[in-house]
């Protein structure tokens, strides 16, 4: 072998052991990177009207890794996808006469609403409704879709995730939350063994991420003791701040605060039947008098030590759901797309694991860096 053919070779060795290393190198550091997820807050809820096919559609597209459905229940027992059980402000059931005698008064969780109430529909009878806009003075543009679209069983949703990643091959995860559940069992509808009995019948939902959330204690409990541990499945205890206690809590006469399942115990004893904590995103970071974000608490290292993920919610496009430190002058409900980038991105340096936002695009924009 010639002189020149054994350089060519050594060197050509060596190039290759040079770019192994820096490919094992940029492999490691990118399993070593922390993974922010996603989850599009009752899908693009800031681009569309909440809980609608467009509006699941168009987080996907923007790169959600989760989509949201809060899940209510219907007078014949069928979980479908709406805020709350308070129909009034997402229907246009106001406008249908032939539903006038169905308007009632309820207090539901400690809130007080004159309206439409979810529980009273049978499923055809909700099926003939259709989706509005329920921030019309904030998001006008959105109302541009009212009435195209009708109220989605849950069902339907996972349908429609499992349509979506048997054409594209991408798997979408699916963020339910347990809406009302102490209110729904005192009036004879409970949501949780129709909600498992979902979960096991489709195949979908056998295997794609799912994280299933709730305000409540006691549901997310009893589904853990049946569920047990599974690969695809999380639960995620919402909190909310200070002396407020969840509705089961308050139902059973308890003294649970979710400032004290926000200690260093009440963690750990979350960590006992849940993987993840979903405070709102100012119990992470609390804003001062000005309006502008304050110290870090405690709160997300706490989680972490206690072996919790931490999801924040929820991130909103508009100048009045920001800080002041990253609001623009162009009015309350102008859209900021450069204020909400830097603001989540400012949460995503404490620590987060994860966060609701109602703009999918601007979270993974924040998220990229």
Same mark, same amino acid.
């Given at each position: 072998?010639?002189?020149?053919? !054994? ?26 990177? %922390? ?24 987080? &996907? ?20 996808? !709406? ?10 059931v106001a406008s249908r006469p032939?539903?006038? +005698? ?33 921030l019309p003075k904030v998001r ?7 009435? #195209? ?49 979902? &979960? +096991? ?28 541990? #599974?690969?695809?499945? !999380? ?32 963690? !750990? ?50 100048? /009045? ?12 409900? +102008? /859209? ?27 979270? %993974? ?5």
């Amino acid at each position: 072998m010639s002189k020149d053919r !054994r350089e060519f070779l050594k060197n050509a060795v060596a190039g290759a052991a040079l770019l192994y290393g820096a490919q094992m190198a940029s492999t490691a550091f990118a399993a070593d990177k %922390r993974k922010v997820e996603l989850f599009a807050h009752r899908g693009a809820s800031a681009l569309r009207p909440e809980h609608t096919l467009a509006s699941y559609a168009k987080a &996907i597209a923007d790169g959600a890794d989760y989509i949201e459905p809060d899940l209510v229940i219907t007078k014949d027992g069928v979980l479908v996808a !709406r805020h709350e059980a308070f129909l009034s402000e997402t229907t246009d059931v106001a406008s249908r006469p032939e539903f006038a +005698a169905k308007h009632t008064k309820k207090t539901i969780d400690g809130r007080a609403q004159d309206g439409w109430f979810v529980e009273d529909f049978t499923l055809a009878e909700l099926k003939t409704l259709r989706a509005i806009e329920r921030l019309p003075k904030v998001r006008p543009q959105n109302t541009q879709f009212d009435g #195209q679209f009708q109220v989605l069983t849950w069902d339907e949703i996972i349908d429609f995730a499992a349509a979506h990643a048997a054409t594209t091959g991408q798997v979408i995860g699916l963020v339910p939350e347990l809406k009302h559940s102490t209110y729904f069992k005192s009036i004879g509808l409970p949501l949780e063994d129709r909600f498992l009995k979902s &979960i +096991a019948d489709h195949e979908y939902t056998r295997r794609c991420p799912l994280e299933i959330q709730s305000f409540e204690v006691a549901n997310l409990k009893y589904v853990r003791s049946v569920l047990g541990k #599974q690969k695809n499945i !999380r639960l995620m205890q919402l909190v909310e701040r200070g002396d407020i206690r969840p509705a089961d809590v308050v139902a059973a006469g308890g003294d649970l605060t979710f400032g004290k399942m926000c200690s260093k115990q009440g963690l !750990r004893d979350m960590a006992t039947y849940a993987d993840v904590v979903a405070p709102p995103t100012r119990a992470l970071i609390p804003l001062l008098a000005d309006g502008k974000l304050g110290q870090t608490t405690t709160l997300i290292a706490d989680a972490h030590e206690a072996g919790l993920l931490v999801h924040t919610w929820t991130f909103r496009p508009e100048n /009045r759901f920001l800080a002041a430190d990253f609001r623009d002058g162009k009015g309350d409900d +102008a /859209r900021n797309e450069k204020g909400s980038i830097a603001e989540i991105q400012h949460y995503i340096a404490a620590g987060i694991d994860g966060f609701f936002s109602d703009d999918s695009a601007l979270g %993974r924009k924040a998220i990229a860096g």
